[in-house]
């Protein structure tokens, strides 16, 4: 690993119910336009106009993404996978693991780095000594999933909760955490 990614930490970004589902037959179980925009708008912000962020996925939610919106555009997409022929050049940037994923992010102008899941990847990701802040936003619904965000309570403290939205009669809120040190 070189000196670079051993120090950029990454950040989380999940939507998930009561229960911590975060998807169903590899797709989001719920429909929230709002909380997409939100994902998109931290996702893509960077504080530098100059830089872009940085989007890590497992390579069942690259698949995931309907075709017509990926690559996820304003943002490097890097998709996880230890398939070493699996090729989606140019539309993102693969790797056989997280530590080289990051070495090979290192190499570029890359502001923020932002795992977006799925299960598999934050299972990992909650538990890595890179682990910044967790973007989580609350559903307040218990849906039918087969897919789970792991359980990070006590690995991070909760630092700011959002007003409640509502949407097609869902009420959810954006929650940011800290991962402790
Ligand atoms: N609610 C949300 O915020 C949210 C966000 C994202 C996804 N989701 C949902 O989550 C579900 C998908 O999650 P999932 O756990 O089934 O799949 P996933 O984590 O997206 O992808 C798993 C795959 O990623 C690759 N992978 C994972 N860790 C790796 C590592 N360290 N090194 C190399 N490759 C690695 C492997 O690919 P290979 O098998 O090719 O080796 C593995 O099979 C879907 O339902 C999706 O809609 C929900």
């Known amino acids: 690993m070189t000196e670079q990614s051993a120090h950029h930490t990454f950040d989380l970004v999940v939507a998930c119910d009561l229960n911590r589902g975060i998807g169903l037959k590899n797709g989001l179980p719920w429909r929230l336009p709002g909380d997409m925009k939100h994902f998109r708008d931290l996702t893509v912000t960077t504080v530098n106009p100059k830089l872009q962020n940085a989007v890590l996925m497992g390579r069942k939610t690259w698949e995931s993404i309907p075709l017509k919106f990926r690559p996820l555009p304003g943002r490097v997409n890097m998709v996880l996978t230890r398939n070493s022929d699996y090729n989606i050049n140019p539309d993102a940037t693969v790797a056989g693991s997280l530590e080289s994923a990051m070495e090979n992010l290192a190499e570029l102008e890359i502001e923020n ?14 538990h890595h000594p890179s682990c910044n802040l967790l973007y989580l936003t609350e559903i307040q619904e218990k849906f039918e999933c087969d897919a789970f965000f792991p359980s990070f309570e006590n690995l991070f403290t909760l630092i700011s909760t959002s007003k409640t939205h509502q949407e097609h009669g869902l009420d959810y809120c954006y929650k940011k955490y800290q991962r402790n040190r």
Not at 118 to 126: M, N, P, R, S, T
């Open 113 to 126: 780095y932002f795992i977006i899941g799925g299960a598999h990847l934050y299972e990992q990701a909650v």
